[in-house]
């Protein structure tokens, strides 16, 4: 049986747009009720992941060269973009 990493991806997928909503809020220096609010868009991605969350662990114990070069992929991405935020890179 293939078990995919569907789950895993829609976690990561919901990381990175969290982190694009920090580093848009973050890029005038200032938090407003605009960038608290704009977070709300994240609430159907949320509910995605943690609907399929508790799959995630079978999923990486099931990973095939391909699954581990995507996700990989991905999650370089996103710690990118969360060293953007904090101006690392």
Known sequence: MVVG???????LELLE???ALIAKGAAD????????LAFLQLLPKLKT???GAHLV????ADLDEDE???L???ALTV?????KVFGAV
């Open 5 to 11: 990493i569907k789950e895993t991806k829609e976690v």
């Open 17 to 19: 747009s969290a982190v």
């Open 29 to 36: 220096g200032q938090i407003s009720i605009a960038d608290g």
């Open 49 to 51: 992941a943690l609907d």
């Open 57 to 60: 662990k079978g999923e990486l």
């Open 68 to 70: 581990v070069r995507e």
């Open 72 to 74: 990989a992929d991905k």
């Open 79 to 83: 710690c990118t973009g969360i060293l």
